[in-house]
């Protein structure tokens, strides 16, 4: 059985109460779990709260960003150091809002990623091509770009801690998800890129996003690339989130 990534960006959304009571529910449904991870990324504010909530139990955090600088002036930022402080252990890095509209490069990311790894996190690293890309059929050297422009800052070793998450920035939110055959086919050749890059590394975990849904999971948990998911507003609802892990578990056996 292959063990699978539920990761649930949940964003700039919820208050307090909302984020506690959804916790709360994960906890007592999944806080047992082991053959699979399930990761919540909440808001920066809401992190303590939430790691408080989930002592004890198996369900990991993530932050949505973290700053390529250690300390100093660098006024509204958060240091990897910190976050891995307060014992969290992934942070999303370039995400395709955080490329979008926040201007991150590729050369930003790989700042990040780094400093991230150097500070004992493991990075989720997000890329995907535009509807643009995919329609001129570029987006395997889009996303091979990406990468590259990560692993070249990295050694070996630190590759290994790597999970990546291919986001398809067409099917972010739109409803719109990519066809088994896209996402294989994409899974596949992030795999070979990066073991092509270091043969010494293995193959990293590819979590898919973008409209992951109740009456998709189940499809594209079946596909042998696929190693979980990174899930944005149907993580948001207990329900919605619960029914994506149910519906993928019969896939996984
Ligand atoms: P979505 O978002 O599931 O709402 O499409 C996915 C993501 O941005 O990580």
Redesign the pocket.
Known sequence: MKKFYFAG?WKMNLLKEQALALTKSLKDAYGKLDKHQIILAPPFLLVPYLLDLLAGSKIKLACQNASQERSGAFTGEVSPLLIADLKIDYVILG???RRALYGETNALVADKVKLALESSLRPIVCIGETLEIREKNLENSYVEQQIQAVLVKLTAEQARQLLF?Y?PVW????GKVASPQEVELMHRHIKSYVQKFYPEALEPPVLY????KPDNAGTLAKIKEVDGF?????SLEFALFDKIIQNSLPSLA
Do not use: D, M, Q, R
């Open positions: 960006n995400h395709s809002e998450a986001e099917a972010i939110g739109t996003g973008g409209s992951v990174l899930v944005g507003g149907a």
